[in-house]
């Protein structure tokens, strides 16, 4: 077995630590992580994502209601938690007539934005949403995608789609521009993102490399579009919905 780093999950001939600037921000980051994406996911962009962000971290389960450390987070009073998921009842922190942001920023006053990111696919997402009663009684925000997805490795189900690491970014980009929260280094996460991609695709394209994949990685437009319950892999939506 191949030595591994137990922060990034890589082997430590590919860690990617070492090019890792953590970034500090104003809100803290809690990725709710399915247990199939912490143990069976190698590109897990969330595990990423956790490593770039000093106040963030990682929380595995299904269930959180009677998860201590996440309970405690959203019974702080000092804490004002919410989910990052779409809705017509989501704040959408990329509309900046929308008065709800302005409502939202008034609630925070002196207390720690805290948001509960469910890094899982849209399906696993929507179940362990389900499980969990009090995540579905938080506020809820969301925003309005800048760009289509950039994953090259894996196909989104819908337009709109975006990674947790996408995810993040884009929000950490709508909390500046609604003036709660800095971005300070708005290249790193997608850098990585596409470091990450371009690694795996080079292992893909490599005939002489064994156990990885059997031929390269074709286009995204030219795959075909996913059906049924395997279009829903990987990603989340985070536009609100038609």
């Known amino acids: 077995m191949r030595p591994m780093c137990y922060r990034c999950f890589w082997p430590q001939a590919l860690c990617w630590c070492g090019s890792i600037t953590p970034m500090e921000t104003r809100t803290r980051f809690v990725f709710l ?99 969990s009663p009090s995540l579905q009684r938080l506020p809820r925000i969301m925003f309005t995608p800048a760009a289509p997805s950039r994953y090259v490795i894996k196909q989104q189900p819908h337009a ?44 893909a394209a490599d005939p002489a490399r064994g156990g990885y994949r059997r031929r390269a990685y074709t286009a995204p437009a030219e795959r075909a579009a996913p059906r049924g319950r395997s279009g829903a892999r990987r990603t989340r939506v985070f536009q609100a919905p038609e």
């Open 33 to 131: 992580m399915h247990p199939k994406e912490f143990k069976e996911e190698k590109a897990a962009t969330g595990r990423l994502t956790h490593l770039c962000l000093t106040n963030s971290e990682v929380r595995m389960g299904l269930e959180f209601d009677a998860h201590d450390d996440v309970q405690a987070l959203i019974r702080d009073p000092q804490n004002f938690p919410v989910l990052l998921y779409p809705g017509r009842e989501a704040v959408n922190l990329s509309d900046g007539s929308d008065g709800a942001v302005t409502s939202l920023a008034e609630q925070l006053r002196d207390r720690q934005l805290v948001v509960f990111i469910l890094d899982a696919t849209w399906a696993l997402g929507r179940k362990m949403l389900r499980l």
């Open 160 to 203: 709109g789609c975006l990674s947790t690491l996408e995810a993040t970014h884009e929000l950490l980009g709508a909390l500046e521009r609604a003036g709660l929260d800095r971005y300070p280094l708005p290249d790193q996460l997608l850098g990585l993102f596409a470091r990450m991609q371009e690694f795996q695709m080079r292992c």
